[in-house]
């Protein structure tokens, strides 16, 4: 996640800068309440005047700074999350078909939605958070020693156990945390094949069903974040109790030596200001150290998708002339169940074949398998006098296409979903329009060609969406 804070290092740097100069004005600010409390028990007026313009100052100073920090965190995280989305999906698209298919769609979804969420709230708002308190108490600290050495002290120790007493629920809210995720992963999956599956859950009078299993879900969902929350609520807790502690003995010192002579009103007035600098970040950092650690887990699913490499070579890119296809004793197997075993057979350049078997006997199988969808488990298969492990991706594509049953369309126009964002002339484009008898139902168009397709291809019926494949598929 480092790289990510480097973005934009300009913001990096703003942003290191206007902490600590939010925690000096903040100090200013809280200082310039002793002299005015002060000219207004002495009845000096010049000098109240004089007090009353510098407090107005720093109190402007204060708010100026404290605007310019909200502002440079919020474009620093945008540069953040930039760059951490697209590389979570620059990686997703990295993979192979296999490995791609071990997660069902609402899986990836919910990792760059939920989980990226809870990087944004948890990791990136935490890490600021503990540079802010820390920044703000070293100034504080300093400030109220100079004050008072004895309730500094008393400040410190009351924070430093508000750091450590809660540090004993770190495992326990780790487990409220992953459990949440996981809850919520499948709550999201099974949203999602309501959605996807809607056609056929009303055909068939499912809907009761599938009702309850995502309400059944839903309330599993919500149970376990409203754990999480109660889980990371109980640490702040303790640590906002401790402050108030330090409330209560920082007030009573200083009445006392108020009282003695040994302060004046206005430096009590002064020190309860100040003590929020020590106090409130120590109730702040176990929150933040709590929330880094409940999404270690996430950070690490994320990590692993960003860091998956280009496996398509994108230069000098082979063509493969000769695509004859040999397979030679080829075995294929799902989760430890053979699918295919011991085929042997060939496939000559510019000859047709059909296909044919039951179903489940293996057909499309096989044909994955020549598009390097599926992984051969043992056997060789040749395309020319190459093994299909030695042609990557980019060259094999180029001489083979895979015509799937299923044909996915982008919400885009008809033209880009032909050419899949490719450049081809318009006349290739409208030989093929013509070839899978497109023609007369992209001329009624009011936009033709250009004509946006929505949801998936819902204005569109089935046998137009073939078409659209095949069209895509012989231009390719």
Request: proline share 2%; charged share 20%.
């Amino acid at each position: 996640m480092k790289k990510y804070w480097f973005e934009k290092k300009g913001l990096l740097i703003l942003y290191l800068i206007i902490a600590p100069c939010m925690a000096i004005t903040s100090v200013l600010f809280a200082r310039a309440t002793d002299p005015l409390l002060n000219g207004i028990l002495l009845h000096d007026k010049g000098e109240l005047q004089r007090v009353i313009f510098l407090f107005c100052l720093f109190a402007i100073l204060d708010t100026v700074v404290f605007y310019l920090h909200k502002v440079i965190r919020e474009n620093l995280r945008c540069a953040f999350l930039t760059g951490l989305k697209r590389d979570t999906i620059k990686g997703i698209m990295n993979m192979d078909y296999t490995e791609f298919r071990n997660n069902a769609p609402s899986f990836y979804i919910s990792m760059v939605q939920r989980d990226i969420k809870r990087v944004n709230e948890d990791y990136f708002d935490g890490i600021c958070g503990i540079y802010r308190v820390f920044t703000a108490a070293c100034m504080t600290i300093v400030a109220l020693f100079f004050y008072n050495p004895i309730i500094c002290i008393v400040n410190l120790a009351i924070g430093a156990c508000s750091v450590l007493l809660p540090r004993a629920f770190g495992k326990y809210i780790e487990k409220c945390a992953d459990d949440a995720e996981n809850k919520a992963t499948e709550f999201q999956s099974a949203l999602s094949d309501m959605l996807l599956g809607f056609n056929t859950i009303r055909l068939f009078s499912v809907v009761d069903r599938v009702r309850q299993q995502i309400d059944d879900r839903n309330k599993k969902n919500e149970t376990s974040e409203k754990r999480r929350i109660v889980a990371n609520f109980s640490v702040s807790y303790i640590s906002m109790f401790l402050t108030i502690v330090g409330y209560i003995l920082t007030l009573s010192i200083g009445a006392i030596l108020a009282y003695q002579g040994k302060m004046t009103v206005g430096g009590v007035v002064a020190v309860s200001q100040l003590i929020g600098g020590v106090l409130v970040p120590f109730e702040e950092l176990p929150q933040h150290f709590t929330n880094i650690k409940s999404v270690k887990g996430v950070k690490e699913k994320l990590l692993y998708f960003v860091n998956v490499k280009q496996q398509l070579a994108d230069e000098n890119v082979e063509e493969l002339s000769d695509v004859n296809i040999k397979l030679t004793d080829i075995k294929v197997e799902y989760d430890e169940k053979v699918v295919l075993n011991e085929i042997r057979t060939e496939f000559e350049q510019n000859k047709k074949y059909i296909i044919m078997g039951e179903s489940r006997s293996g057909k499309s199988t096989l044909t994955k398998a020549i598009a390097k969808m599926v992984p051969i488990t043992k056997g060789q298969l040749t395309i020319g006098q190459q093994s299909i492990d030695q042609i990557s991706e980019e060259t094999l594509y180029r001489a083979i296409n895979y015509m799937q049953q299923e044909v996915f369309l982008f919400d885009d126009s008809i033209y880009n979903n032909i050419t899949l964002y490719k450049d081809y002339s318009s006349e290739a484009v409208n030989q093929v329009i013509e070839a899978v008898g497109l023609k007369e139902y992209v001329d009624g168009l009011k936009d033709g060609i250009n004509t946006v397709i929505n949801g998936n291809g819902y204005n569109l019926s089935g046998g137009q969406k073939q078409r659209i494949g095949i069209a895509r598929s012989l231009l390719s």
